[in-house]
């Protein structure tokens, strides 16, 4: 078997639809949205089409998409542009400890200027306090961010309920939806988020492409300045290639989104049984039920998440230790630790994550693969009692 592709919270394979849809915009079809002639002209009925197609997954208007480079700028220009609409009047930012960086990391800086971020805390499964979120909103909150759906165990926030707490208070509301959207239905008509996050990487568009979702009326200060495009909300030449691919993934992830995701939810059901049942000493981390039905994170007791990577590397099956973000370096991920998840479970976490291009076959290759993986690891484990007689004596 060549490559078994477990990691599509890291990035996803690009549909062969989306690259057809793409392939005229590197030849004849090369004119600029913003020009005035004909054929600029009609270039834009393109961009106008990827708006409507990226607007139709997500129950919104064309008119509240503006496209994106990535999920990252969309969070920042979420971020940082509310904050400036909202000047100092407001100085308290509310988020979670489990956000991808793309939230914290501006949050943080925003503390440099003056303001005040609140990480809210998740529970041993990951799981959100809405009676935490209450207590945190003040007279002084400018803004809550909070995620969707968490990149590395896929837990899901009650994003309904949330919104309805922070609008009931008169707060702006951003969500991060880049590992929700295409997975899980997204309905704006019915969940009172102002801004939400998408990326184009993370469901079989290429990367350099995402959007960010503006309801009608929200207040922003554009974060790229300097031109008209967008409707003036940010600046730059649009990249039409990408902006249809994404619009095309849209319309494909929302053909068949319920169908696609339980045939890929019973891919992961079978792998993650499997692997409970024949490895011994493994930990599901976050909770079974609230959770995408894509991502598995198992923690394997005496190993070390690397070392499995490793292993698992050379049979052709590729997985993630932690989010991609965080893997090189080996400190427990955040995520991990707001979760109270013990550093030696932590260190052995795994993530596997399934798109619609898994077949049955490949989860049984891992799971035909895997116990062995695990046990050669565990002889040769300091840690472990199983493992090297003399190096488990030493405690
Ligand atoms: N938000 C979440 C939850 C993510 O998982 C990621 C990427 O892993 C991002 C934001 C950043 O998206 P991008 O890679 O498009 O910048």
Not at 25 to 54: C, E, W
Not at 258 to 277: A, I, P, S, W
Request: charged share 25%; glycine share 10%; proline share 5%.
């Amino acid at each position: 078997m060549d490559t078994v592709y477990l990691d599509n919270n890291a990035t996803t394979r690009v549909a062969p639809e989306v690259r057809a849809v793409m392939e005229p915009f590197f030849g004849d079809l090369y004119g600029n949205p913003s020009s005035m002639h004909t054929f600029g002209g009609k270039i834009r009925k393109y961009v106008d089409k990827a708006r409507a197609q990226v607007a139709g997954l997500l129950g919104a208007d064309p008119g509240e998409i503006v496209f994106t480079s990535c999920g990252s700028e969309s969070n920042n220009a979420a971020i940082r542009g509310t904050v400036d609409a909202i000047g100092m009047r407001k100085r308290h930012i509310i988020t979670s400890r489990v956000e991808h960086p793309a939230v914290l990391e501006p949050c943080r800086y925003l503390e440099k200027e003056g303001y005040r971020a609140t990480e809210l805390p998740v529970d041993r499964e990951g799981l959100f306090d809405l009676g935490l979120l209450k207590r945190a909103i003040t007279d002084d909150t400018a803004m809550v961010s909070i995620m969707w759906a968490n990149n590395e165990t896929g837990v899901l926030f009650p994003i309904r309920e949330i919104a309805e707490i922070v609008k009931a208070k008169g707060v702006v509301f951003h969500c991060d939806a880049v590992q929700a959207a295409g997975k899980i239905p997204l309905d704006m008509r019915e969940v009172p988020v102002d801004l939400l996050s998408i990326s184009g990487h993370k469901l079989h568009a290429p990367k350099g492409i995402g959007a960010l979702y503006i309801r009608k009326g929200t207040k922003l200060v554009p974060f790229l300045k300097g031109g008209h495009q967008e409707g003036g909300k940010r600046a730059g030449t649009e990249n039409v290639p990408y902006i249809a691919g994404l619009g095309r993934a849209c319309e494909l992830a929302g053909e068949n989104l319920v169908e696609e995701n339980t045939r890929v939810k019973e891919l992961r059901d079978q792998l993650e049984e499997g692997l409970l049942l024949s490895c011994h000493g493994v930990r599901r981390n976050g909770s079974a039920e609230h959770r995408l039905p894509n991502t598995s994170n198992l923690s394997f007791d005496f190993v070390e998440g690397e070392a499995i990577l490793l292993l698992l590397d050379r049979l052709g099956i590729c997985a993630s230790s932690g989010s991609a973000c965080t893997s090189g370096s080996l400190e427990p991920s955040h995520v991990m630790r707001a979760m109270g998840v013990p550093f030696t479970a932590a260190h052995g976490s795994i993530r596997f994550s399934l798109s619609r291009y898994n077949t049955r076959e490949e989860i049984d290759y891992v799971l035909e693969h895997m116990p062995r993986v695990i046990t050669r690891l565990r002889k040769i484990s300091p840690y472990c009692a199983e493992g090297s007689p003399a190096r488990a004596s030493r405690g």
